[in-house]
Structures are given as C-alpha cells and as structure tokens.
C-alpha cells in the first residue's frame, strides 16, 4: 500500500485528478490518497494559498500527483506550482512528447523528452519596480544547479537507452547566464562518452523542432526555456491533453500534466485527463509499478488509436469521465 498526496487543485483539476485516480487504482495498485487541497480557493481559509500542511504531506509521503492551479496574471499571490518546486526542491522537471497512434498531427515519429531545470532562471522570482515606469527581474544560474541538471539529463538518457542530448540555451546573447549553463553542460557530456552531445540556440531550436522533430531525442534546458519548449512540443504531438510531466528531486516528486487550469472549459466535463493519467503512469514507473504502468499505458494507446471514446480536443465527443471508463473497458 502506497502512500501518496493528491491535490486536485482547480479549474479542470478536480475533473482530470478523479479520472486518473480511477484508472490507477482499477490497474491493481493499492494507494491510500492523501487529499490535500492549495490554491487561491484556501487562501481565507489559511491564509496563503500554499499551506505548511500540504507540503509536509508530500515531505511524509514522498510522492504526489497534482492537478492544475490558478495563478493570477501580473498580480495577487505567486504561483503555488513554482513555489511548490522550489520549497521541495523538485530540481528535475521531466516532460516526454511522444506521438500516439490515432492523433491528428502532422509529425508521426516524435519521441523526445524534454529535461528542463526546475529552481532558478528567471523562476526565481527576484523582480521588482524601479519607480513607476521599469521593472527588473534577475535571471540566476548556477554552476551547482545547472552541473546537477546536466548529469541528471545524461543518466536519464543512458537508463532510457537514448543516444542523444541536446542543451538549449541563449548563449550568444547572455553570455554569463547562458554561456555558464552551456559551459557546464559541456564540461558534464564529457563524462558520457557514449552519448552524444550537441547544443542549440533557443529560437534556432523552436524552428527545428517544427521542421524536424524526429532528429531529437533528450533536451536539456534552464527554466524559461524548458517551460517555452514543452508546450511547443506537446504542439507537435496532440497538444497539452495529452503531455504529462514530472517534477523530481532527490527526496521526493511531484507528477502534473504541462496544462494549467484551463478556466475556458472547466466543469464541464470536456478536459481530457491523458495527460494527468500519464502523469500518474510516470508515477507507477517512479513506483517501480512496471506491470500497472504498462497496461494504463497500452490502454490509452488502444483507446486512442481506435478513436472511438476520444475527448473534444483530439477531435471526439467523450466526456471526461466516459473517456476514463473507457481506458478501464481496455484494460488487458
Ligand atoms: P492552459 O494549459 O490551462 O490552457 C491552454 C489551452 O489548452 C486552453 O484552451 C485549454 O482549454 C486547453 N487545455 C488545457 N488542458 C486541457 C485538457 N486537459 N484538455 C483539453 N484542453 C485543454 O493554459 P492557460 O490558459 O495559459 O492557463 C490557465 C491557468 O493555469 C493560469 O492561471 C496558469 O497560471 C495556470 N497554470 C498552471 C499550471 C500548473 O498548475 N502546473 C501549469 C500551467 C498553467
């Protein structure tokens, strides 16, 4: 029995959380969840939108899966999700794009996974006012953050059995930032021989991806970079329904789709939850839950590919939770 915290957060979050827990636990594994709710929903009633509670919880448990939260745009509270990363120090932020049979798109043969740094860059969250009319925010890199990012990438890649790494950056414009964050990378590639090495500028990268997305395998890149890229590239593979992620970090992790709230659709039971089950399958995974990881995985392929019980945004009419059923129908 597995101990894990689940925070539906808001917005589609309770709807996309609910359907991934059901799946989960018809795949066999037995979990007690932790219901812990954050949010600017339990701000009046704690007085911040991100209770010492829920993060000792997770501290306790060592494993969460996350639905979405609001943060308000250029005022109010900051955001719980950012802040979340940095107080467990979930320095690792995972996002796989991998195209799916049965998905209208226009690349066949994407299968990449994005390694973004979770703690620094402009994420955080040093800016402020200089009187009225500028503002400034610090961009922070570090040899410590970027060094440990660099060579988490490189196992990740040589446990997956992948053959490439590609590090992102601006270094030809920032050159202390990004040229540091390049600079460590490449000092870390050489200790993996046996893995290739190869860098990008950023903007130059976005166009490849478009054009070519097949010639990459694992990216590395600071914050902003990493946030910027892995919604481009859940573009290139469905969109945001179906990208999953996860935030790890040496004494914990925290597994969230990439999408926010999406406040235009929710309630209504429209969100697909792939993305959130997903996350939940990279969970089981972490777990080390293969057999149960597996089966929700080759389900949602089934149900995908077939085309039948798909939801609004890949192009069907399922429900939220009738998609959900679905999955658990495929179940071999
Ligand atoms: P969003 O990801 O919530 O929505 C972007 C578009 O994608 C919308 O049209 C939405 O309907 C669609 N979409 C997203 N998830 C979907 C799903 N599962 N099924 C079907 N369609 C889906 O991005 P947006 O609108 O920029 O952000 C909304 C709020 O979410 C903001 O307050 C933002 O700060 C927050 N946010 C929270 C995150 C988190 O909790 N980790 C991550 C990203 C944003």
């Given amino acids: 029995m597995y101990n894990i915290t689940l925070i539906p957060g808001d917005g589609i979050g309770p709807e996309v959380i609910f359907a991934a827990k059901k799946v989960i636990e018809a795949s ?7 219901v812990q709710e954050a949010g600017g929903g339990v701000i009046e009633k704690y007085g911040t939108p991100l209770p010492q509670h829920v993060l000792d919880s997770i501290k306790k448990n060592k494993v969460a899966l996350k639905g979405p939260i609001t943060t308000p745009v250029g ?9 979340l990363r940095k107080q467990l120090n979930l320095y690792a932020n995972l996002r796989p794009a991998k195209t799916y ?5 226009r690349y066949d043969n994407v299968d990449l996974i994005i390694v973004r740094e979770n703690t620094e860059d402009l994420y955080a969250g040093i800016e402020h006012m200089i009187g009225e009319d ?9 040899r410590k953050a970027t060094e440990r990012i660099a060579r988490y990438a490189f196992e990740h890649a040589r446990k997956e059995g992948r053959k490439k790494v590609t590090a992102v950056h601006k270094a030809n414009i920032m050159k202390c930032t ?3 964050f390049l600079n460590v990378v490449r000092r870390v590639a050489e200790e993996y021989p046996d893995i290739q090495f190869e860098d990008r500028i950023v903007d130059a990268m976005c166009m490849n991806l478009v054009i070519s997305p097949e010639k990459y395998d694992v990216l590395v890149l600071p914050n902003l970079y990493g946030d910027i890229v892995s919604d481009l590239c859940a573009g290139l593979v469905g969109g945001l329904g179906i ?3 996860a935030n790890i970090g040496e004494d914990g992790a925290v597994f969230e789709a990439i999408h926010g709230s999406a406040p235009d659709i929710a309630g209504q039971n429209i969100a697909n939850p792939t993305a959130t089950l997903l996350s939940g399958v990279m969970m089981l ?4 839950e293969m057999a149960a990881a597996d089966r929700i995985e080759k389900a949602v392929m089934k149900v995908i590919a077939e085309g039948k019980y798909i939801t609004r945004d890949l192009g069907g009419s399922m429900g939220t939770s009738e998609y959900a059923d679905a999955i658990i129908a495929a179940f071999e």
Wanted: aromatic letters at 8%; proline letters at 2%.
């Fill in 178 to 180: 990004d040229g540091l």
């Fill in 101 to 105: 049979k049965g998905i209208a798109s």
């Fill in 285 to 288: 995974r972490y777990l080390g």
């Fill in 75 to 83: 005022t109010g509270f900051r955001s719980v999700n950012v802040e």
């Fill in 28 to 34: 066999g594994v037995a979990i007690n969840w932790d």
């Fill in 134 to 142: 500028a503002a400034e925010s610090i961009k922070i890199i570090t």
């Fill in 243 to 245: 990208a999953p992620g």
